[in-house]
């Protein structure tokens, strides 16, 4: 499939598309190491969010433990600076329990499969990244988080399931969002850029749907109106002035540092 037509569904879920001026911004070369690093970082949260909610809302005691098992090592990396590309790839897909739905969990293997998958999935990107940046010598560097996960978590309702289920929304959102934002950039990149992040486009897609899956079935009702509201926020941070520079920032008002 061309990712024209796996795009098309994901531009008419976003409100917006990606700002010129932002683009503008991205594909300055001094840009790349923050957009990288940035980008390896979000990786990892995407996996962190979706352990998160299965460890949350799913599974039972010692699945929980051995997702966290699987994680650690990235985590040792971003947080620690322990690690590198060998010790990452001895670890990479090496989940070797099975993981099961805790007794009288509501949310089922459904939410338990998608997870593991996505988990797996960001993790390999993780990995991607990474050894991109250290074929062109870049340090990994701490960076701050940039507003736009937090911007969205925070109309989460505080009740649930209805918490779950905008945290689900906000993950199909930001799966959209960087599906796109990843097309929007490919064209102003190097070769093995441009392949890379194309690369990524299916994957993306799924996850964005796999969420909205979920959310429905959690629901178990019509969420149009929860996906508008977040559409409105969504597109507020994406298309507003935005002081910081990330792979999901807004406008960009001023020149940052990593």
């Known amino acids: 499939m061309p990712y024209s037509e796996l795009l098309a569904p994901i531009k008419s879920f976003l409100l917006c598309e990606t700002p010129n001026e932002w683009i503008n911004e991205a594909k300055k070369a001094e840009r790349l190491p923050l957009l990288l690093i940035d980008h390896m970082i979000c990786e990892l949260k995407a996996g962190q969010t979706a352990m998160w909610l299965i460890r ?10 051995a997702l966290l098992e699987w994680v650690k090592p990235y985590e040792s990396f971003i947080y620690k600076k322990q ?124 996850h964005y749907q796999d969420y909205l899956v979920l959310a429905e079935e959690v629901a178990q009702s019509c969420i149009k109106e929860r996906i508008d509201y977040f559409a409105q926020v969504e597109q507020e941070l ?5 002081e910081d520079f990330k792979f999901h920032s807004g406008v960009p008002t001023t020149l940052c540092s990593i």
């Open 83 to 206: 690690g590198d590309l060998t010790s990452l790839n001895s670890n990479k897909n090496d989940l070797k329990k099975t993981i099961k739905a805790k007794e009288g969990s509501r949310y089922g293997q459904s939410l338990i499969d998608k997870m593991v998958l996505l988990i797996k999935e960001e993790l390999h990107h993780f990995y991607q990244v990474l050894q991109i940046m250290q074929q062109r010598n870049i340090p990994y560097e701490n960076i701050r988080a940039g507003r736009y996960a937090k911007g969205m978590m925070k109309h989460v309702r505080t009740y649930e399931p209805e918490a779950l289920i905008d945290k689900l929304i906000i993950g199909a959102f930001i799966e959209a969002r960087s599906c796109e934002r990843f097309a929007k950039l490919a064209p102003h990149l190097d070769d093995e850029l441009n392949k890379f992040y194309v690369s990524l486009l299916r994957s993306e897609a799924r």
């Open 56 to 65: 949350k809302y799913a599974v039972d005691k010692a699945s929980g433990d």
């Open 238 to 242: 994406i298309s507003s002035d935005d």
